[in-house]
């Protein structure tokens, strides 16, 4: 039996400090890095819109990503509604607790015990990946050991351990994510067997995916290769996947959480384990927005890079950059118009189901489930879906994000305007 879908939504400035009390801002900076599209304020649609598209966002039939984890049946699930909004002020409900006050809940000897705790299940889950015969699974245990803070000379074995897997592995999840790992661990270590990778490996073993081509941009970029800089963009505008491999880890790590742990510290692994999904394009697009460089192969190849990004980006910002390339290379209003519409309403659509931060069972569940299957589908695809299942038109939610920036404007400029204090 599959377990039941659920989602969250990003939390409004005043329900940030119950997520910060979960682990020091922990979580809410992984969802923002593994995510990476989630926007301030709160738009006009009804709530009840909002939660109908969170349930039909998750009718069958999903991706063809979807289908490479086996036994994950995508179904559409009916929820109640978050309770957090008729408590009294003060009160929060706190999952496996129950009510309690904001102030009790945030405590500093509470707090610690939930640290101690959601360390107990980040240990448990790692010994649980480490025990699986299979490459990705291990290897996520690997990174996870890897990049937990602390000294770092303690991260460094299983940095090349992940390192060494990736070389034998010959899996692209795994070479992806052992990249992504020494980028930031062991970029620095002239010992580490991460200076055996490469990213023109990456790509050899992904050769249709333009987020690996773009890590070759970037490594050919730092040591001025002209020739390999033009060969990596030229290989991202013919892609047919803009993927960094890294959609199935959240679902791995759930299935790994130890039996009995709290649905509380399984967000907080599971937050963690977002965000190894966090390789961006922008620097091998950027020749593209440039007014530099406007030659006829130039503007051809940087078209073709914007369709790529639009086609198959799974995030929102491959979105943004592929509007950001359509400018510059002066496609249409009547052609950008549409484009703009829509990726707004789908930043829209993913940050209303993404703002409720209440530490209720039920809403802790909507982030972990969201976790899993906007990592399975991608964000972009998943949002995609929830518009066109959920009964209204695309203008619709264009029309609300349009609604949102207005204000967002309207109170940044309100808050320019008052005096400040001497």
């Known amino acids: ?21 979960l682990t020091g801002g922990a979580l809410v900076l992984a969802l923002l890095a593994g995510l990476g599209w989630l926007a301030a304020g709160r738009g006009d649609p009804p709530p009840g819109d909002v939660a109908a598209v969170s349930r039909s966002a998750r009718q069958p039939g999903g991706a063809a990503s979807a289908a490479s984890a086996p036994g994950r049946v995508m179904v559409p699930v009916v929820l109640p509604a978050s309770p957090a909004t008729t408590l009294p002020p003060g009160l929060i409900e706190v999952c496996a607790v129950g009510l309690m006050s904001q102030a009790e809940w945030n405590r500093p000897a509470r707090r610690e015990a939930f640290d101690a705790a959601s360390g107990v299940a980040r240990q448990g889950t790692v010994t649980a990946l480490k025990a699986s015969a299979d490459p990705l699974t291990r290897g996520l245990a690997l990174a996870m050991e890897s990049s937990h803070g602390g000294e770092v000379a303690a991260n460094t074995a299983p940095r090349d351990a992940l390192a060494r897997l990736a070389l034998t592995s010959r899996s692209p999840e795994v070479y992806g994510l052992a990249w992504r790992v020494c980028s930031t661990e062991g970029a620095q270590d002239t010992t580490s067997a991460c200076r055996m990778l490469s990213a023109e490996q990456w790509a050899r073993l992904d050769p249709d995916n333009a987020v690996a081509w773009a890590s070759v941009y970037q490594q050919a970029s730092t040591r001025r290769d002209r020739a390999a800089m033009t060969d990596a963009q030229f290989r991202m505008s013919i892609a047919r996947a803009v993927d960094g491999r890294a959609g199935r880890l959240p679902g791995i790590a759930v299935a790994h959480v130890p039996p009995g742990t709290g649905a509380l510290e399984t967000e907080a692994v599971v937050g963690e384990v977002a965000r190894f999904d966090a390789i961006g394009l922008a620097d091998a697009a950027k020749e593209c927005t440039s007014p530099t460089a406007r030659d006829a192969n130039r503007l051809q190849l940087c078209e073709s890079m914007a369709q790529v990004l639009w086609q198959h980006g799974r995030k929102p910002a491959d979105l943004s950059t592929a509007i950001q390339i359509g400018e510059a290379v002066g496609w249409p209003a009547e052609r950008l118009q549409p484009l703009r519409d829509e990726a707004a309403a789908l930043s829209f659509i993913s940050a209303e189901t993404l703002r409720e931060a209440s530490l209720s069972c039920a809403d802790v569940r909507r982030r972990i489930s969201h976790f899993e299957d906007a990592g399975l589908l991608g964000e972009v695809a998943w949002a995609r879906r929830a518009i066109a299942a959920a009964g209204k038109p695309l203008a619709y939610w ?23 204090i001497p």
């Open 1 to 21: 039996m599959s377990k039941p879908k659920l989602y969250v939504r990003e939390p409004d400035d005043a329900a940030r400090g119950r997520g910060a009390a």
């Open 398 to 420: 264009a029309a609300a994000a349009e609604a949102q920036r207005r204000a967002l404007v309207r109170a940044e400029a309100s808050a320019s305007a008052v005096p400040a």
